[in-house]
């Protein structure tokens, strides 16, 4: 596995009867109800329940540093560079780039309001939350092979989930998915645009995330911020995503402007986000803060403005340098009197640690549920068995080693016929809102028709 895959892949690289209740957000009342379901919850006919931990406890990183790999490889190209498999987590990237879902109960919300600025702000506070579980995650998923394919299905959240890898070079993940009830469509397209800094390594995950509300006839887009990976050479890694989020109604032309905020100097502003809403006429309606580990609020702009002209008189008092080389976590968020809580991040299990600080909902994504394994596509990336291995407690650079050689072989002779690689399940085409290129889902996984699927481990 190459150190461009191993920095990219860091990056991309996600409720109750109350949901159906309107919101009066002047009043500040608390937004996110906690969704039903999470990894301890059982399945309708009362007998499946998640899992609640993995079978083996993370590898032990203690005898592997990236700067002693990277110090005897100066010279070559980034992409050339192999990196060891105990810096891995056992999830293939497919399955990181689906705990966008994880908090799908705010567009359910989103679904129930009635006022398009009410559903912005949720919008909002889901595209804030698809970026949380990246929170202290340095181990990298797999890369996915060439046609590796994910599904996850949850009724009792009421959607699934399709994605795809539809190219290697450039590494490019498809996903899509849908509301059970036909109320939503979440779709988008990841791949990497790398910068190495030295001591960090920046990531941009290019590529738009699109959201529609079906009976709302609405769709937004977006494209997530960048992420940064710190103390690459040496001190313990750490993660913060910065830049400009904007978010875009193309029904109404309401917009949401995100500002996720760099860490700076003394760590003032680690983890911190920050933004506002205008309509079409550029009115600012609503003012958003939080931090993309913790929450977000939204309270009017005057109330905001007046705290802030408030807060910056003691600032100066308040100033105190933190360490350069590692953050640790600010003070939590100061809510103003107004505001009105959107979302507030799930904490993630007391064992998280010893589990490649997964949260509950990621701990369930490579399980194979009673009866699954004769439903999946032989593409799935559940049947890895690398991934498999590797979450099992074993290294299995064996079996990463062979399936890497066999899709090099599968290449090659398809290179030697002249044949293109064609995608299974998306198809390249143009975003009807955006009018960019991007990878749109052609319909079908869920006929479980895999008879064309490739034999890929």
Request: proline share 5%.
């Amino acid at each position: 596995l190459s150190v461009s895959d191993h920095f990219f892949l860091y990056f991309s690289g996600l409720e109750s009867d109350e949901d159906s209740c309107e919101v009066n957000f002047e009043d500040a009342q608390v937004y996110d109800s906690k969704h039903s379901s999470n990894a301890s919850t059982p399945q309708a006919n009362g007998v499946w329940e998640r899992r609640k931990t993995l079978p083996a406890p993370m590898i032990s990183r203690c005898d592997y540093s990236v700067w002693g790999i990277l110090k005897k490889c100066i010279g070559m190209e980034l992409s050339k560079i192999t990196m060891p498999i105990v810096f891995n987590e056992p999830l293939s990237f497919l399955q990181r780039m689906s705990e966008y879902m994880e908090h799908t109960h705010l567009i359910h919300k989103a679904c129930t309001l009635s006022d398009s600025i009410d559903r912005m702000q949720v919008v909002a506070a889901f595209a804030v939350s698809s970026v949380a579980s990246q929170w202290d995650r340095t181990g990298k998923p797999f890369n996915p092979l060439l046609g590796e394919t994910y599904e996850l299905t949850r009724e009792d959240e009421g959607y699934r989930l399709i994605s795809e890898q539809v190219s290697h070079h450039p590494p490019i993940s498809a996903f899509h998915a849908q509301s059970l009830k036909q109320e939503f469509e979440f779709h988008g397209s990841i791949y990497p645009k790398l910068k190495f800094w030295g001591k960090s390594v920046e990531a941009e995950p290019k590529g738009t995330m699109t959201l529609e509300l079906l009976k709302r006839k609405e769709a937004f887009t977006w494209t997530n911020p960048l992420c940064c990976v710190h103390n690459i050479i040496m001190g313990k890694l750490w993660i913060e995503q910065y830049g400009t989020v904007e978010i875009v109604n193309h029904n109404t032309g309401d917009r949401c402007v995100l500002n996720f905020k760099p860490c700076g100097m003394f760590g003032k502003e680690l983890h911190k986000v920050e933004g506002y809403i205008q309509d079409k006429s550029k009115k600012k309606r609503r003012v958003l803060y939080g931090k993309w580990t913790e929450c977000m609020y939204s309270v009017a702009p005057k109330v905001y403005e007046a705290n802030k002209k408030k807060a910056e008189k003691g600032d100066a008092k308040k100033n105190k340098p933190e360490t350069e080389d590692m953050p640790g976590v600010q003070e939590t968020v100061s809510v103003i009197t107004g505001s009105a809580l959107l979302w507030r991040i799930t904490p993630r299990p007391a064992h998280s640690e010893e589990m490649y600080n997964f949260t509950s909902f990621t701990m369930t994504l490579n399980e194979l549920e009673p009866g699954m394994e004769r439903l999946l596509a032989p593409t799935d990336c559940r049947l890895r068995p690398d991934v498999r291995a590797m979450e099992n407690g074993d290294l299995a650079s064996v079996e990463k080693d062979r399936l890497e050689e066999k899709q090099r072989a599968t290449r090659k002779e398809c290179s030697k016929d002249e044949e293109e690689w064609s995608t299974r399940w998306f198809r390249l085409g143009t975003n009807p809102h955006t009018g960019a290129q991007d990878w749109l889902y052609t319909g079908g996984y869920f006929d479980r028709n895999y008879t064309d699927c490739p034999n890929l481990y």
